[in-house]
């Protein structure tokens, strides 16, 4: 059973251009969630989601951040127009459906992105 | 809004015993977590306590008071691969999103 899987491990972007990081959950997991970290800072919230269904972004940027979690497929985390201060490392989480609040999250090993 | 407090920064000799606090305040609350992170990793789930008390397993032991808005993460028996950053992470009331303090490094020296 392979673990959340994200991809890539490493992007490198130049300002202005558009970054799209992947997330496939484990299997049977339902429930996505993406995080930031910057150096040296906790994990930020950005982004929670079912299939198909944003349950809370309240942890987005409202410009140039989307996310999505289509019936098929990875979740996206789409960046536009890139900037400097949008380098970071981002990790997704997936957790199963209808286990209640103590679910534990497992993380994926996260995307670098670095903004040039 | 949630505040959620950790050292920055602890170190500790291979073999001792080393405590990691987390003080937080928030709006309701329905669990801590604590999580390892080693450098370039993803974070692991280590522990989950949502009553009062202490939680051991194996080396590893978690302790959470609700009235004082604290809990602990205790490593016992320190090994090198114990050197991580350790997360405190707080579940508020009717939520499923963990909220993340800035993670504690621990250096484990020999």
């Known amino acids: 059973n392979a673990g959340v899987m994200q991809n890539p491990r490493h992007l490198v972007r130049r300002r202005g251009q558009e970054a799209r990081l992947r997330c496939s959950p484990m299997k049977g997991h339902s429930h996505v969630y993406w995080y930031r970290q910057l150096p040296e800072e906790g994990l930020k919230f950005m982004v929670y989601l079912q299939k198909e269904n944003i349950i809370d972004e309240s942890g987005m940027p409202k410009e140039r951040f989307s996310a999505e979690f289509p019936k098929e497929g990875p979740s996206i985390l789409r960046i536009q127009q890139v900037v400097r201060g949008d380098s970071a490392a981002y990790f997704c989480?997936?957790?199963?459906?209808?286990?209640?609040?103590?679910?534990?999250?497992?993380f994926g090993q996260g995307t670098r992105l670095t903004v040039v | 809004g949630q505040n959620i407090d950790q050292p920055t920064e602890m170190t500790a000799t291979e073999g001792a015993i080393v405590q990691i606090n987390c003080t937080y305040q928030t709006s309701g609350f329905n669990g801590l977590f604590w999580y390892q992170q080693h450098a370039g990793e993803a974070p692991t789930f280590l522990s989950y306590?949502?009553?009062?008390g202490l939680e051991e397993k194996g080396r590893f032991s978690s302790f959470l008071s609700r009235s004082k808005g604290y809990s602990y993460l205790l490593l016992k028996e320190l090994q090198m691969k114990d050197s991580a950053s350790y997360l405190c992470a707080v579940l508020k009331g009717g939520s499923y999103i963990p909220t993340f303090g800035r993670g504690t490094s621990l250096i484990v020296h020999p």
């Open positions: 989480a997936s957790s199963p459906p209808g286990t209640g609040v103590n679910t534990e999250a497992f």
């Open positions: 306590n949502v009553l009062d």
